[in-house]
């Protein structure tokens, strides 16, 4: 059974840095596109930053040059440095990850991580 574990997440003052790691465990042949989402209270989920097998990256308007995505492919872990934070950063961002295991192709989600920006 395939598993995205996160990891990171907490409470920052605006200006602020955390950094997100989500680790796919189990029975992982190989991973397509990774990626991170958030949801704010009250708004839909938004893409913020995807990095594909071959390392090309995408990011949401807003968190471009403060967010960075990367891949450790030997780990099947992505992570998501995420600088210069504001309150409107705050949300719970979910980790994603398109690939093949034991069980088939498919989309995979984690459980969420709490991030707050707030003085």
């Known amino acids: 059974q395939v598993q995205l574990v996160e990891s990171g997440g907490g409470l920052v003052q605006p200006g602020g840095s955390l950094r997100l790691s989500c680790a796919a465990s189990?029975?992982?042949?190989?991973?397509?596109?990774m990626g991170w989402y958030r949801q704010a209270p009250g708004k839909q989920r938004e893409l913020v930053a995807t990095?594909?097998?071959?390392?090309?990256?995408n990011y949401e308007e807003s968190v471009k040059g403060r967010f960075t995505i990367s891949r450790d492919y030997a780990r099947n872990t992505v992570y998501l440095q995420m600088n210069s934070l504001k309150p409107e950063d705050t949300a719970v961002y979910s980790c994603?990850?398109?690939?093949?295991?034991?069980?088939?192709?498919?989309?995979?989600w984690g459980q969420g991580t709490q991030v707050t920006v707030s003085s």
């Open positions: 189990g029975s992982v042949f190989s991973i397509n596109d």
């Open positions: 994603n990850a398109h690939l093949t295991s034991l069980g088939g192709y498919r989309n995979y």
């Open positions: 990095v594909t097998r071959g390392g090309t990256t």
